[in-house]
């Protein structure tokens, strides 16, 4: 929380009222940050003996669905804080700031996903958020390709939404959602 | 002691190989082209540079059928199959770059700009940017292997990484560059590989090379894991030896 605040008012010392491109794209920046540090907690935090502890209560795929679900739902969150700020202190140049808030949502949504997969693989390396980063960068890259391409839909009201690119936004999430159940149990293992 | 499989083993392939890559090269210089503005002799270069990306995306494809593998029956070789296999992956995706930026530099720069300024404008190109991602996946696959000591988890981390990146990635290539403009040949679909898009002596030199440096791609492959196999037992000999002699 203190992250976001602190992230968006050094943004809104250094430029204001930046034009909607610039907005849009430190807006997603702002966001892959706040995700990384705030999903990377959850895997790496967690101590031995508490991943011993759940390792027996439950299985894995319900592990890691519980987590995916804890994330988004923390992610959801921190885009909805994060953009409230963002309109606050540097303008809002959206025209449509409603469907702007839903692609907001879904975005913070797919990218906690795939973080939380990766934290899952950088806590098995044993490693710090570091190695997240080189993990995840270039995974991270095409969904935030779309989402930007989508949300400037957002900025503009001649532009209307493609259904098509909201779809294939769902479409990998489910996709990533499926590839961790698979493969989380191999993780899992010590 | 590991083996590796018997294929490796085979000569009928590397022949075939070395005789495609050689049909390729000749025919590839001293066949005609059509004469299309733009273009002109540098079609050829499809020869050289729409391969290249066809080896490597067969050689991330092996490496990924490796590491399922290696996910299915915990067996260490398949995990040194998956590497080498990403290794050549990565080799032939740089050449790919290489040969493209030759080709680029003849027809979409600038002719009044030198190469060098108008790189940035260049850089934007959707492909480019997902061929870089690829790579980039595939660097960060290396760095995450190298990064854990131990020899089973680091098989089993880096094999899952591989499975999820690769089924992360290849939607992005294929799916990301048609959304976006570009000058890049292929928006509609796969360039060149309709055969309606292409001349038909072309098409004679075109199969061949990528079937030739595929296979090419593949023989280094095997080079490479035969030395990492025999590395590995060597490794392993050198670790009992000093218990046998007391």
Same mark, same amino acid.
């Given at each position: ?14 430029? &204001? ?12 920046? $702002? ?16 101590? #031995? ?46 025209? #449509? ?66 259904? $098509? &690119? ?6 990998? &999430? ?15 293992? &010590? | ?91 032939? @995706?740089?050449? @790919? ?16 700009? /030198? ?14 940017? @997902? ?63 309709? /055969? ?51």
């Amino acid at each position: 929380m203190l992250y976001i605040g602190a992230t968006i008012f050094v943004l809104f010392l250094a430029i &204001d009222e930046p034009e909607h491109k610039v907005w849009n794209g430190l807006f997603w920046v $702002t966001q892959l940050f706040i995700c990384i540090n705030a999903v990377a907690k959850s895997f790496l935090q967690e101590s #031995r003996g508490r991943m011993l502890y759940f390792y027996s209560i439950v299985s894995p795929a319900h592990f890691v669905l519980a987590k995916l679900l804890f994330n988004s739902l923390l992610m959801l969150l921190m885009s909805l804080l994060s953009l409230l700020l963002f309109s606050l202190l540097m303008g809002s140049p959206l025209a #449509r700031p409603w469907s702007f808030m839903g692609l907001v949502l879904l975005g913070g949504w797919s990218l906690s996903m795939v973080f939380t997969f990766l934290a899952a693989i950088a806590a098995r390396a044993q490693q710090n958020a570091a190695i997240m980063a080189v993990l995840g960068f270039p995974l991270i890259i095409p969904q935030l390709i779309l989402l930007m391409k989508i949300s400037n839909a957002a900025f503009n009201p001649v532009i209307t939404f493609k259904a $098509t &690119d909201l779809l294939l936004l769902g479409a990998l &999430d489910v996709l990533v959602g499926t590839m961790a159940v698979i493969l989380f149990p191999f993780l899992w293992k &010590d | 002691m590991k083996q590796p499989p018997k294929y490796m083993y085979r000569t009928w392939w590397k022949l075939l190989c070395v005789v495609l890559l050689i049909y390729t090269i000749v025919g590839g210089l001293l066949f005609p082209v059509p004469d299309l503005p733009a273009l002109e002799e540098t079609i050829r270069n499809l020869y050289f540079h729409v391969c290249m990306w066809m080896a490597m995306m067969t050689l991330f494809s092996f490496s990924i059928v490796y590491s399922i593998f290696y996910l299915r029956s915990f067996d260490l070789k398949y995990d040194i199959y998956a590497r080498q296999f990403a290794t050549t992956g990565i080799l032939f @995706g740089l050449l @790919g770059y290489a040969t493209g930026a030759i080709w680029m530099s003849y027809t979409w720069a600038d002719p009044n700009n /030198p190469v060098f300024k108008s790189f940035g404008a260049l850089a934007r190109e959707p492909k480019l940017i @997902g061929t870089a991602i690829a790579l980039l996946i595939y660097f960060a696959y290396l760095v995450l292997r190298d990064s854990i000591q131990d020899m089973d988890k680091r098989a089993r981390v880096s094999a899952v990484y591989n499975v999820f990146a690769y089924a992360m990635l290849f939607p992005a290539i294929w799916i990301i560059p048609r959304l976006l403009p570009s000058l890049h040949p292929g928006q509609e679909g796969n360039p060149a590989m309709k /055969p309606k898009d292409i001349d038909s002596t072309m098409l004679m030199v075109f199969y061949p090379a990528i079937a030739g440096w595929t296979l090419l791609g593949i023989w280094i492959t095997t080079l490479k894991i035969r030395l990492a196999i025999f590395r590995e037992n060597k490794l392993s000999q050198n670790q009992k030896n000093p218990l046998s002699d007391s």
